[in-house]
């Protein structure tokens, strides 16, 4: 660890203060942004020891030089860390997804502001709100701006030395009503931005104030007789309260705050926002991170909570969460029950819809590339040497010992192919004996492979733990495949994996892609065995009861069901019917039979 020797002095030198720190490897390259409470503990535990993520261990390798910078407060760090984050895009630090796909409102920087919908932030001192995920909301909310206020839509550069010189005329928007006309000076700008200032507050969610303020403006209009004045305020009054029914209310509570859920598997993680505001939902979307070194929920909670609310420039007192997490100056609560527990559950559905939609259109788009990336994430999870583009999967049924069979199913790019499904029922093994089950079909089936030329698996997954994995294993020796195709075996308790030769089971995330892809191969296995068992138990049974007429052998039982499938279309068939299939005698006793037991 020679690479210790090189910053050793600098890690002494650190102090025990909130802070962030930047690490750097040989070529100057900046690896990574962190944040600390106390900056001398927190860089100190990277050297101290191994770390079980390989990524983690890798980054700490690279490292040949630290900075800092201290904070007053952890608050100022966790803040300043995802500025440089967001700046510099360390290789080792989560990833933010771009959100360029998504809708803006702008209230554009000029002495009459216009207000309008784009999908560009350009830094010249205007304000944008959003971004919204619902292109209807944000059309909807300029719509209604645009029927109570009269913004312009031109894009005329009103300076006031332009006005004085009389340089524009006002066009149609001023003779039908929408423009007040302050291209010609027929709006003051004091009015104008006060207009602007209404659309910040329903921007953002706060139509109280403003519907609070419209009314006593109408009461007073109507109280000196201005009658037509009073109508066109309450207009705009049912249009605002018409608006704010519309939005989902979902709290009875006065409750302004910010509510944040996570979803992740191995590779990213999803974290929805609900924006409330007095008990309506102003605003959600759903922030998508890439982690890098294996990183907590927590951890990409407390990220995605300060780049949301500043991205949404968020106030709010008070934020709800799934569990604790350490945030500075505001009231972190994660509910157990009522009002606040169902918003969390609302936007945890969010959260999962999110993810789900991705996956679907990933799908939909390119199938092949979704298809591959799952394979290569087997290869890697189960350590195998090739993609797992054919994969087999065998499951024993011997309920209550009897009638045992087993059920081969087959998967190709990680999908199943039915057509390649296979039963075998067992011939060499008496009693419920699962091992020798085992050590029988796994022969069976590659022998014959084998003798047809036809392909292999490159996996096969064995539904059981050790016991079943080396009976497959002793199958595959005699067959001279062993070490050939690769072999796991799969424990239902803990759905822990199993190899050859290794008493130690590997367990793989309960989220990951790979655990569902085994699982589903193994589930759909146990599917179909049970219902051959059952079937043939089944079959079993009515050849049973036919075989009670005297004179009626197993050869005769099996050819009347094979034809008429029910014991119940049996016993309703005519002589002759009966007499053309298996002959008078046979048929005289099959009629009596039955005359008999009604």
């Known amino acids: ?94 990833n933010l997804k771009d959100d360029k796909t998504y809708p803006w409102i702008c209230i554009k920087n000029e002495p009459f502001p216009r207000v309008f919908q784009t999908r560009k932030k350009i830094a010249d001192g205007s304000e944008y709100y959003g971004p919204y995920t619902s292109v209807t909301m944000l059309r909807t909310l300029l719509e209604l701006i645009r029927e109570l206020y009269t913004i312009r839509t031109c894009n005329l550069l009103l ?11 006002v066009c149609l928007e001023y003779h039908i009503g929408k423009c007040s006309g302050p291209c010609e000076n027929k709006q003051s700008h004091h009015d104008y931005l006060l207009q602007i200032d209404q659309v910040r507050q329903i921007i953002k969610g706060d139509i109280k104030k403003i519907l609070s303020n419209l009314k006593e403006k109408m009461n007073l209009l109507a109280k000196e007789l201005k009658f037509e004045e009073a109508q066109l305020l309450k207009q705009k009054i049912d249009k605002l309260e018409n608006y704010k029914h519309k939005s989902t209310v979902i709290t009875n509570l006065n409750l302004t705050a910010d509510v944040f859920s996570i979803i992740s598997d191995e590779k990213w993680a999803y974290i929805n926002y609900l924006k409330i505001y007095e008990g309506s939902l102003i605003q959600s979307y ?6 890098k070194l294996e990183e907590t929920d927590a951890e990409l909670l407390q990220i995605a909570i300060t780049e949301l609310r500043q991205k949404f420039e968020s106030d709010a007192k008070e934020i709800i ?24 559950e609302l936007s945890e559905r969010n959260a999962k819809f999110y993810r789900l939609d991705k996956l679907k259109q990933e799908r939909i788009k390119n199938p092949e590339r979704h298809t591959e990336r799952i394979l290569q994430t087997m290869q890697k999870d189960l350590r195998l040497s090739e993609l797992p583009d ?56 590659y022998k014959r492979l084998l003798e047809e030329k036809q392909p292999l698996p490159k996996l096969i997954v064995i539904d059981g ?5 080396s009976a497959a294993i002793e199958s595959l020796e005699k067959l001279n495949l062993k070490g050939k195709i690769a072999v796991i075996g799969i424990a239902k308790k803990l759905e822990e994996i199993y190899y050859p030769g290794d008493s130690l089971p590997l367990y793989i995330d309960k989220r990951s892609e ?16 049970i219902t051959h068992h059952r079937n043939k138990r089944s079959k079993a049974g009515l050849e049973s009861e036919l075989s009670k007429i005297k004179g009626i052998g197993e050869k005769t039982a099996t050819l009347l069901l094979t034809k008429f499938k029910s014991l119940k279309r049996i016993k309703e068939l005519k002589f002759d019917e009966l007499h053309n299939l298996v002959g008078a005698q046979k048929a005289k006793l099959i009629i009596d039979f039955f005359n008999k037991s009604v």
């Open 1 to 94: 660890m020679n690479y210790l020797i090189n910053i050793e002095f600098q890690i002494k030198a650190l102090p025990e203060a909130p802070g962030i720190y930047k690490f750097f490897d040989a070529d100057e390259k900046l690896l990574y942004v962190g944040k600390a409470k106390s900056l001398k503990k927190r860089v100190s535990s990277y050297f101290n020891k191994n770390h079980d993520s390989a990524k983690l261990n890798l980054l700490v390798k690279k490292i040949q030089r630290l900075e800092y910078i201290v904070t007053p407060s952890e608050q100022d760090a966790l803040l300043l860390e995802n500025t440089l984050i967001k700046k510099y895009q360390p290789k080792y630090n989560v």
């Open 159 to 169: 300076s006031d030395d332009n006005i004085s010189k009389h340089k524009f005329r």
């Open 286 to 291: 759903t922030l998508e991170l890439t982690k």
């Open 321 to 344: 969460v799934p569990f604790k997490i350490e945030y500075e100056g505001i009231n972190v609560v994660v509910p157990q029950r009522g009002d606040k527990k169902l918003l969390l």
């Open 390 to 445: 054919y994969i087999e999967c065998f499951d024993n049924s011997n309920l209550q010992g009897t009638n045992a069979v087993s059920a081969c199913v087959v998967f190709k790019n990680a999908r199943p192919s039915k057509k390649d499904y296979r039963h075998y029922n067992i011939k060499t093994v008496e009693g419920p004996d699962d091992f020798a089950s085992m050590r029988e079909v796994i022969y069976r089936r």
């Open 465 to 469: 733990g050790k016991g079943q994995l």
């Open 514 to 529: 790979t655990l569902k892809v085994i699982q589903h191969i193994r589930n759909e296995a146990h599917r179909f065995g």
